[in-house]
């Protein structure tokens, strides 16, 4: 009988009672502010983190998940009987992450003999950040529990990265700047003529797609933008960052045009905040023609 777990990094921003309550493994990213190192999710809370960010002028750092911490938790679900661990990783081309998932596999492999024959693990790219990912996998984890087999989880979250995308509008760029990891951010020039832009996060890619000129069009522009690329009457999640004053305004405008109400409210984590910052509003649809 097969024995099934989802591993995966803090990046995801599922809720730490979710994770608890779920029974998922999250490897945890190490964020650095101020000389202070802490394990995402598990050491502060987003509101103490955000807070922090105010406090200071420094941009968080943050390292990969190497492999041997990687191999140590295969490792542990080993003895633990799993037959098989599906394992998903942030975006790889944002972070090294996934490949020393891929790393840290085969080490397992090579350190324990005939592990291959009791034990399958599946490293899937989740090509994208925060609750793009958290979020199918909390749905795999109800589907395994309703007798889904390793391959369908598999399939279902290929499936899932390859058509999904996150439209963001981060009010101001200073962190993606500083922190060089969101190209389609370093590239954007208009903020001196009171332009955002809204940012695709898709595909192992970041693309601005639109320009919004004042911060009293976000809402009606980000929702123009949405609703020309989402496949319609499919659930969308709201996320957010410090304040869900927009992220609220969003929804209602989203439910006056679609006429539903979003799946979900995800809060941004330290990982992704170090990255766009701690203030943002977006909106996670599935794409048309994907």
């Given at each position: 009988?097969?024995?099934?777990?989802?591993?995966?990094?803090?990046?995801?921003d599922?809720?730490?009672?979710?994770?608890e309550?779920?029974?998922?493994?999250?490897?945890?990213?190490?964020?650095?502010?101020?000389?202070?190192?802490?394990?995402?999710?598990?050491?502060?809370t987003?509101?103490?983190?955000?807070?922090?960010?105010?406090?200071?002028?420094?941009?968080?750092?943050?390292?990969?998940?190497?492999?041997?911490?990687?191999?140590?938790?295969?490792?542990?679900?080993?003895?633990e009987?799993?037959?098989?661990?599906?394992s998903?990783?942030?975006?790889?081309?944002?972070?090294?992450?996934?490949?020393?998932?891929i790393?840290?596999?085969?080490?397992?492999?090579?350190?324990?003999?005939?592990?291959?024959?009791?034990?399958?693990?599946?490293?899937?790219?989740?090509?994208?950040?925060?609750?793009?990912?958290?979020?199918?996998?909390?749905?795999?984890?109800?589907?395994?529990?309703?007798?889904?087999?390793?391959?369908?989880?598999?399939?279902?979250?290929?499936?899932?990265?390859?058509?999904?995308?996150?439209?963001?509008?981060?009010?101001?760029?200073?962190?993606?700047?500083?922190?060089?990891?969101?190209?389609?951010?370093?590239?954007?020039?208009?903020?001196?003529?009171?332009?955002?832009?809204?940012?695709?996060?898709?595909?192992?890619?970041?693309?601005?797609?639109?320009?919004?000129?004042?911060?009293?069009?976000?809402?009606?522009?980000?929702?123009?933008?949405?609703?020309?690329?989402?496949?319609?009457?499919?659930?969308?999640?709201?996320?957010?960052?410090r304040?869900?004053?927009?992220?609220?305004?969003?929804?209602?405008?989203?439910?006056?045009?679609?006429?539903?109400?979003?799946?979900?409210?995800?809060?941004?984590?330290?990982?992704?905040?170090?990255?766009i910052?701690?203030?943002?509003?977006?909106?996670l649809?599935?794409?048309?023609?994907?």
């Amino acid at each position: 009988m097969s024995k099934i777990m989802i591993l995966t990094d803090s990046c995801c921003d599922i809720p730490k009672e979710t994770i608890e309550e779920l029974g998922i493994t999250v490897l945890p990213f190490e964020i650095t502010l101020d000389g202070k190192t802490f394990r995402e999710t598990f050491d502060v809370t987003k509101q103490e983190f955000y807070e922090m960010m105010m406090k200071t002028n420094e941009v968080p750092k943050h390292s990969q998940i190497s492999p041997s911490r990687f191999e140590e938790e295969y490792k542990r679900l080993y003895d633990e009987g799993y037959t098989d661990i599906i394992s998903v990783s942030i975006n790889s081309e944002g972070s090294g992450t996934f490949n020393n998932s891929i790393i840290g596999r085969d080490n397992f492999f090579e350190n324990n003999s005939g592990a291959e024959k009791n034990i399958r693990i599946f490293n899937i790219d989740s090509r994208c950040y925060t609750i793009f990912y958290g979020y199918p996998i909390m749905e795999s984890v109800k589907k395994i529990r309703k007798g889904a087999s390793a391959e369908d989880i598999v399939a279902y979250l290929e499936e899932w990265f390859s058509v999904c995308a996150i439209y963001a509008v981060p009010y101001n760029l200073k962190y993606a700047r500083k922190s060089g990891r969101i190209s389609a951010a370093a590239a954007f020039s208009g903020e001196l003529l009171g332009l955002k832009p809204i940012i695709e996060f898709a595909d192992n890619k970041t693309t601005t797609v639109e320009k919004i000129r004042g911060e009293k069009n976000i809402v009606t522009r980000l929702v123009d933008c949405v609703e020309k690329r989402m496949t319609p009457q499919t659930p969308y999640i709201i996320i957010y960052g410090r304040d869900d004053a927009l992220a609220k305004e969003v929804e209602k405008e989203m439910h006056k045009r679609t006429g539903k109400k979003a799946e979900m409210f995800s809060q941004i984590g330290s990982a992704v905040a170090s990255n766009i910052g701690p203030d943002l509003v977006a909106v996670l649809v599935r794409r048309k023609n994907k």
